[in-house]
């Protein structure tokens, strides 16, 4: 089974910006990649989706424009940036994959998260002054 592991989280300032790391110790190619964050006593809600080969992602609305998703094949590495920080961005943000799907947008709205591949144990984001 594919293993997830984020990096990158800390404390942000508003207005600051930040990068997130999603790597696997096996190639995830053939998988999209997608970016989901818990913040306490809220849902588990999608943030960003690339596709496996790349070509195609989606944002949630409250990060569109403020975030990007990319990602190395040759790292096996996936990078959630995001500027212009907010505090209600403050979460846990977790990283998920899932084989082939076509329909990202799908992979982001979810709500049947044990449908997915593989989770990692998710890197804490703290945006205060």
């Known amino acids: 089974q594919l293993r997830l592991v984020e990096s990158g989280g800390g404390l942000g300032q508003p207005g600051g910006s930040l990068r997130l790391s999603c790597t696997a110790p096996t190639s995830f190619s053939r998988y999209a990649i997608g970016w989901f964050r818990q913040a306490p006593g809220k849902e588990r809600e999608g943030v960003a989706c690339?596709?496996?080969?790349?070509?195609?992602?989606y944002y949630t609305t409250s990060v569109k424009g403020r975030a990007t998703i990319s990602r190395d094949y040759a790292k096996n590495t996936a990078y959630l940036e995001m500027e212009n920080l907010k505090p209600e961005d403050t979460a846990i943000y977790l990283c998920?994959?899932?084989?082939?799907?076509?329909?990202?947008?799908?992979?982001?709205?979810?709500?049947?998260?044990?449908?997915?591949?593989?989770w990692g144990q998710g890197t804490q984001v703290t945006v205060s002054s």
């Open positions: 690339i596709s496996w080969r790349g070509d195609n992602t």
């Open positions: 998920t994959a899932e084989e082939r799907i076509t329909n990202i947008r799908d992979m982001c709205e979810t709500t049947a998260f044990h449908v997915l591949d593989a």
